[in-house]
C-alpha cells in the first residue's frame, strides 16, 4: 500500500513539476494563455491514383484477334487445373497424370505456337508475403514437371499470386483444397 | 528540488525497463485516474463530439498508462466547483476539450487539464487540424502529448499514418493510408492487383508497393503528396519490398529472376541488386537487423517454414527460432523477435496462429495471442508496441499489442481484408 501511495505521490509529482523540462511538449501556460500546436501531418496532402491507368498489358490479358482468343480459350477450359496438398509444393502422385495430359494438349498442333503463364495459387492460410513464394514454388514444381513432359521450357512463364485469386471464396476445407493449385494461361 | 525531481523521473522511468519476453510486468503500481469531459458549443454536432471523445478515450486506454472512465462527461469549459473535481470519480486528472470550427473547415480544440485533486488548471493548450476528416489525427496528437505530460514511455507511434494494402475481389487490391485505429482512410492506390505497401522513409511522405497490373510484377516508389509514381524494378513470378533500411536507402526485396524466390538488398542510389539467401526452397520476409548489417527472414530450409537471419555478404545462416513447426512471418527491433507461428500440422486445429515474442538474449518465449489468425507482425519504432494482422469471425482488423502492459487491441476492417502493412 506504502508502495501505492508512494508511486501515485511520484507520479504526480513528475506530472506537476516536470513539465518544464520538456519544452517540446510543455503544455503549462504560467501567464494563463494557451499555446497552440499543430496536428497535420508533414504528408498533409494525400494523393490518390488509378493503377490500371498503366501503358503496360495486363499480366492476365493477352492481346489476341477474336479467333486466336477463341482458341486460347478452348485451350485453357481443357487443361487441367494442378492442386497441393496444405503447405506443399511438390507434385502430388495423383496430379502427375493430369500434368502429363496438359503437356500433351499445349504440345498440341493448335497449341504449340502460344507461350505459356503457370500461375501458382495459394489458400488463405499464413502470411501472405509466404504464401507468394508459396505459390510461386507450385508454379516452378508444374513447369518443371511440363518440360520433362516434352513441353519446351522457353514456352513456360511463371506468376504467383499467392492467396489473392480463390476459386472458392468459402472458408472450409473443400475450398481450400481447391485454392491450393496452379491454373495456365496462353498467351498468343 | 530539481534534482528531487530529476531522481523521480529516474525511479519511474526504471519501472519501465524491462525484459518484454517475460509476461509478468508490474510497471507501475497504480495508473492515474483520468476522466474526460466534453465542453464543446451545442452548436457542434453531437455526433461529432462523440466520435472525437470516443478516439480520445480509446487512445488514452491504448496507450496503457491511465485508468480511463469510458463515460461521456460534459462541462462548461471554465468549469465550477463540481466539474472541476468530480469527487465521486476519485480522479487524479481531468481532460477538458472545447472542439470548434474555423471558416476554413480548420478544427480546433482547446484542451484543459487538471488536477482533480486540487480542482486547479495545470495546463492548457490549442490544437489545430486543417482538415475535418483527419480529426482522429488531432485525438492522437492530444493522447501523445498527455502521455509525455506524466512521463510515460512515448506513445508518439500513435501519430504515424498505417499503410496497407486489401483485398476487394479476386485479383483485386487498393492500398490504403490510414490511421491506427482505421477510423481515418484514405485509398491511395486502386484498380487491379496491388500489394505489399511499405513505407519508404520515416517522413512517411512516399511509399513503395508491388503492382501486378503490367506484363511482370513491378515494384513502384509513389509520392504520398503528388501522386506520381516511379518504376523501381520488374521481375519475373513474384516481386515483394519487405523492408527499407534507416536511411531510406537500401531496400529488402524478395524476386525471383530465376523462377527462385531470394532476398536480395537493392541499393536505390546505385541501382544495384545484392543478393542475400541462395536456398532452392522458399526465402521471403526480409527485415534489417543488426544496424542494418543483417537480415531476418523467414525460410523453408529445415523442411518447413522458420526464422534465420545472415549477415549481408555472407554465407553462414544462423536458425533464430526453436520453437514451433511454422513460423511464417517475422518482424525484429533490437534485440527482440516477434513472429506468427501456426499452432497444428494441420488447419483445422482450434488454435490456429499466434504471435510469439523472443529475445535473442534470453530463451524465452512469451505468447502475444491465444485467438484467431494473428499474422504478419510489424514492430513500432519502440520494441514496446507491435502491430498485427487479425483474422476473427471472417473479419480482418488491425491489431495492436502493447508489450509492456500485456494488453492487445483490435481495429476491424468493415469492407475487404487485409493483405499486408507497414507503420
Known sequence: MKLLL?????????????????????????????????????????SGMDST???????????????????????ENSVNKIYFDFDKYDIRPDMESKIKENARLLNAMNAKDFSIKVEGNSDEWGTDEYNYALGLKRAKSVKESL????????????????????ECKASNKACWDKNRRAEFKLLP | MIKKLLVCVALVSSLF?????????????????????DASSSDISQSFRKKFFKILVGDLRVSSHFDVVDEYLTSSYDGNLEENFLNELKLDLILRFNIDFEDDGTIIAKVKLLNAKSGQVDTQKI????????????????????????????????????????????????IVIADYTLSFQKTVVKGGLNIFPKWANKAQNAFYYTSYNGAKPTLYRVDVRSGKRKRMLTGDGMLVCSDVSSDGNKLIVTMAPNDQADIYVYDINKKELEKVTSY???DVNGGFIDNDKRVVFVSDRLGYPNIFAQKIGSKSVEQMVYHGRNNNSVSAFD??????????????????????LISTKTDYIRQLTATGKNLYPRFADDSETIMFIKYYNNQSALGVIRLNANKSYHFPLKVGKIQSIDW
Not at chain 1, 523540462?21 to 494525400?46: C, F, L, Q, R, W
Not at chain 2, 519476453?21 to 483520468?34: A, F, G, R, S
Open chain 1, 6 to 46: 508512494a508511486s501515485l505521490t511520484l507520479a504526480m509529482l513528475i506530472f506537476t513539476g516536470c513539465s518544464q523540462k520538456n519544452p517540446d511538449v510543455d503544455m503549462t501556460s504560467k501567464d494563463g494563455k494557451s499555446t497552440e500546436v499543430s496536428a497535420d501531418k508533414k504528408a498533409d496532402d494525400i
Open chain 1, 53 to 75: 491507368n498503366s501503358t503496360s498489358t495486363d499480366m492476365s490479358k493477352g492481346t489476341a484477334t477474336n479467333s486466336v482468343a477463341k482458341a486460347i480459350a478452348t485451350l
Open chain 1, 147 to 166: 518440360i520433362s513432359f516434352g513441353v519446351n521450357k522457353e514456352r513456360i512463364m511463371i506468376v504467383s499470386f499467392g492467396e489473392s485469386n480463390p
Open chain 2, 17 to 37: 525497463a524491462y525484459d518484454a519476453t517475460v509476461e509478468i510486468v508490474k510497471k507501475m503500481d497504480k495508473l492515474p485516474k483520468i476522466a474526460l469531459q
Open chain 2, 127 to 174: 490544437y489545430k487540424i486543417s482538415k475535418q476528416n483527419r480529426y482522429p489525427f488531432l485525438a492522437h496528437k492530444i493522447a501523445v502529448e498527455l502521455n509525455n505530460k506524466i512521463g510515460a514511455p512515448s506513445v508518439k507511434w500513435m501519430e504515424q499514418f498505417v499503410i496497407f494494402s486489401k483485398y476487394t475481389d479476386s485479383k483485386k487490391s487498393e
Open chain 2, 280 to 282: 532452392s526452397g522458399i
Open chain 2, 335 to 356: 534485440n527482440y523477435i516477434v513472429y506468427s507461428s501456426r499452432e497444428k500440422s494441420s488447419e483445422f486445429g482450434r488454435k490456429t496462429f499466434n504471435l510469439y
